[in-house]
Antibody, heavy 118, light 107 residues
Framework: EVQLVESGGGLVQPGRSLRLSCAAS????????MHWVRQAPGKGLEWVSGISWNSGNIGYADSVKGRFTISRDNAKNSLYLQMNSLRAEDTALYYCAKAGLSGEFDPWGQGTLVTVSS | EIVLTQSPATLSLSPGERATLSCRASQSVSSYLAWYQQRPGQAPRLLIYDAFNRATGIPARFSGSGSGTDFTLTISSLEPEDFAVYYCQQRSNWPITFGQGTRLEIK
């Protein structure tokens, strides 16, 4: 069974940093692209960042470009999101998702909550 | 950035009725359009990918159609567990974008 488990969320002050992790199991991690998607409280879904299987192709939403960095460690079956210069508007539930062969997001983890507040 | 506009924002129907949800793209996304269902307190779940392909384990009452800029998700006969929020998503161009969602509620 494919499983994605996010961790690393929490309460952080504006301007500080946080690193999210996503532990993957149940599939050959280094065969698939991975993504981060976030959902602010009571709001819709926003794609944050994606990374190809070999880290050769990386993309970011304009809202996080220059502040967030996605990475992966295929030896550890793990995906990461380094978040710097955090703002109140970054407050959200952050999901990691596996990209299927057609690029669809399936499955998703249960998410980790990031709250940016003083 | 490709903008996806979903309509209606809220759809009120009864179990057993047919639901038709729309997603319109600001430019062509070919067939690179997916639909997701999100129930309260749960992560999104893939329903349809590449416009009309049902994901593994998704009941046949869910179907997708369209190409280019206009897409439709149809639920042929609503079950109680289908009342949720539905999102469309395009992967034609990065940044990947989602529609704002359609809330399907019980009438």
């Amino acid at each position: 069974e494919v499983q994605l488990v996010e961790s690393g969320g929490g309460l952080v002050q504006p301007g500080r940093s946080l690193r999210l992790s996503c532990a993957a199991s149940g599939f050959t991690f280094n065969d698939y692209a991975m993504h981060w998607v976030r959902q602010a409280p009571g709001k819709g879904l926003e794609w944050v960042s994606g990374i190809s299987w070999n880290s050769g192709n990386i993309g970011y939403a304009d809202s996080v470009k220059g502040r967030f960095t996605i990475s992966r460690d295929n030896a550890k079956n793990s995906l990461y999101l380094q978040m710097n210069s955090l703002r109140a508007e970054d407050t959200a539930l952050y999901y990691c998702a596996k990209a299927g062969l057609s690029g669809e997001f399936d499955p998703w983890g249960q998410g980790t909550l990031v709250t940016v507040s003083s | 950035e490709i903008v996806l506009t979903q309509s209606p924002a809220t759809l009120s129907l009864s179990p057993g009725e047919r639901a038709t949800l729309s997603c319109r793209a600001s430019q062509s996304v070919s067939s690179y359009l997916a639909w997701y269902q999100q129930r309260p307190g749960q992560a999104p779940r893939l329903l349809i990918y590449d416009a009309f392909n049902r994901a593994t384990g998704i009941p046949a009452r869910f179907s997708g159609s369209g190409s280019g800029t206009d897409f439709t998700l149809t639920i042929s006969s609503l079950e109680p567990e289908d009342f949720a929020v539905y999102y469309c998503q395009q992967r034609s161009n990065w940044p990947i974008t989602f529609g704002q969602g359609t809330r399907l509620e019980i009438k």
